[in-house]
């Protein structure tokens, strides 16, 4: 038997959070797992949008319907995107790019673990701007 509970954290959403990116943490070698890492534990909590994942095809992918390998890794925020991709010898790069209007103004090249940071700010952020939006909202129906 196991001394922790069962179910979700104590932490709820931001332990979760903080649990994907510890589990991502473990193996910075493949843009395939933070992919799958990502859209399982954060899938529907992006925005429509944010989360974008380039993907390459062969033909055996092609003919079996597969989707292929994922290769690009971006998140769009409201004035960064985070990108990872896959590069020579099962390495990520991992880049920050700051971005004015839809111009990327800057693009920096940093390590996984500063992309991890970024993506925790860029998530605190939308749920920061979500419960707000909540709030308002009960407020404005008078709730």
């Known amino acids: ?8 954290s104590e932490l709820g959403a ?7 990116l510890y589990m991502l943490t473990a193996d910075t070698s493949d843009v ?3 992919t799958q890492v ?9 925005p429509p949008g944010m989360l974008q994942v380039t993907r390459t095809r062969s033909l055996g992918d092609r003919a079996t319907g597969r989707p292929g390998k994922a290769t690009v890794l971006t998140i769009h ?6 990108e990872l991709r896959a590069a ?10 700051h971005v004015v209007r839809g111009v990327v103004i800057s693009r920096r090249t940093v390590t996984v ?12 952020t939308q749920a920061d701007r979500a419960a707000s ?5 009960r407020r404005l129906l008078g709730g």
């Open 1 to 8: 038997m196991s001394d922790q509970p069962e179910g979700p």
């Open 113 to 124: 673990d500063v992309w991890l940071q970024a993506l925790a700010e860029e998530l605190r």
């Open 77 to 82: 925020g409201e004035t960064r995107e985070l």
């Open 38 to 46: 990502l859209s399982n534990a954060f899938g529907t909590a992006f």
């Open 32 to 34: 395939a797992g933070y």
């Open 14 to 20: 931001l332990g979760e959070l903080y649990g994907a």
């Open 133 to 137: 939006s909540r709030e308002a909202l």
């Open 88 to 97: 020579t010898r099962g390495q990520v790069e991992a880049e920050i790019r």
